[in-house]
Nanobody
Framework: VQLQASGGGLVQAGGSLRLSCAAS????????VGWYRQAPGKQRELVAG???????SYADSVKGRFTISRDNAKNTMYLQMNSLKPEDTAVYYC?????????WGQGTLVTVSS
């Protein structure tokens, strides 16, 4: 399984971006999907996720601003990010869990200027 993330870039505070993550390979038994981010000098953190049972969760810092979604027909997941803040600046990674295996995208940089 391979994940290809895209959609990052430079945006002003208050702006929006949509990240995409296209999966290829055998994705028939996905347990969970999620978006993580890692800011300079900080640990990677979960931003948004969808469990195998379809339960969606968000980090408190992004609730009401970010939305995670999936298009199963396209094997693609998205992260819509609105009202971006400078503290959202980070490398964003997509992640899927299939069985006991964890797969990561290559990361896409989001920079929010003040």
């Amino acid at each position: 399984v391979q994940l290809q993330a895209s959609g990052g870039g430079l945006v002003q505070a208050g702006g929006s971006l949509r990240l995409s993550c296209a999966a290829s390979g055998d994705t028939r038994s996905i347990n969970a999907v999620g978006w993580y981010r890692q800011a300079p000098g900080k640990q990677r953190e979960l931003v948004a996720g969808v469990s195998g049972g379809g339960i969606t969760s968000y980090a408190d810092s992004v609730k009401g601003r970010f939305t995670i979604s999936r298009d199963n027909a396209k094997n693609t997941m998205y992260l819509q990010m609105n009202s971006l803040k400078p503290e959202d600046t980070a490398v964003y990674y997509c992640n899927i869990i299939i069985g006991i295996h964890n797969y990561w995208g290559q990361g896409t940089l989001v920079t929010v200027s003040s």
